[in-house]
């Protein structure tokens, strides 16, 4: 059977083990901060999204544009 550790090898075990977990909390720390910034730009990108105008409609606004375009030329002016 083997004898324990002296008291100071454990005790120099365990801080490492604390020194690590710290770390490893401040790593989880930053991980919570860039989730938390990833759903700011997922929102502002959805928000920008619904703003914007469909493809078709952008279409019928140039045909329109350029149908008075042709009309006022037409005109004279």
Request: net charge negative; hydrophobic share 45%; proline share 5%.
């Amino acid at each position: 059977m083997t004898s324990p550790p002296p008291a100071l090898d454990v005790y120099r075990e365990i801080q490492q083990i604390r020194e690590a977990l710290i770390r490893v909390d401040g790593k989880l720390d930053g991980l919570s901060e860039h989730k938390t910034q990833l759903a700011d730009h997922e929102s502002r990108l959805r928000h920008l999204e619904e703003r914007r105008l469909p493809h078709s409609a952008l279409n019928i606004i140039s045909a329109v544009v350029a149908a008075v375009a042709l009309v006022w030329q037409a005109a004279g002016h």
